[in-house]
């Protein structure tokens, strides 16, 4: 739009630097198609030196952001988002050479907490009316479902 040259969105050039900054983090962090190209690609050995600096630069980014009143945003109240980025890339800094010594690429979307949630939805939907097993219940529901996806 700003391009375009709409007059609401004449100075919105820091908006769009942080859209793009988090959008692309968003694809780094989320990459589940072996296939993807660009930022959803898989970090491997031929994208890893680009794609770890651009982290490096998210990273900073993200501890230069302010609030209205010039407190760094890592500083306030509103501290727990930008905190959960910086440990992911500084994760993601830490795995991705480590696992790339014994695999081809990793798909980033496998370090989703999606999975987990998709557990815990099943064993509270496992208990029936019961949403809080005891840890006996627990157990039990555990070795169904492991039984369900033919672990033996």
């Not at 760094?72 to 890339?89: A, E, Q």
């Not at 370090?111 to 949630?117: I, K, V």
């Amino acid at each position: 739009m700003r391009d375009l040259r709409y007059s609401q969105f004449k100075d919105c050039e820091a908006t769009a630097e942080f859209i793009e900054m988090i959008d692309r983090l968003f694809d780094t962090m989320n990459g589940r198609n072996p296939r993807a190209k660009g930022f959803k690609s898989p970090l491997g050995a031929l994208n890893w030196l680009e794609r770890k600096a651009f982290l490096s630069r998210a990273r900073e980014y993200l501890l230069t952001l302010v609030t209205k009143d010039g407190t760094p945003l890592h500083r306030s109240k509103r501290y727990l988002s930008v905190i959960g980025f910086v440990i992911n890339i500084d994760t993601l800094m830490l795995m991705i050479p480590e696992l790339l010594q014994v695999q081809r690429y990793v798909l980033t979307y496998r370090f989703s907490q999606d999975h987990l949630e998709l557990l815990f939805n099943s064993i509270r939907a496992s208990g029936g009316w019961n949403n809080n097993p005891s840890a006996r219940q627990f157990q039990a529901i555990f070795r169904r479902l492991m039984v369900r996806c033919g672990v033996s």
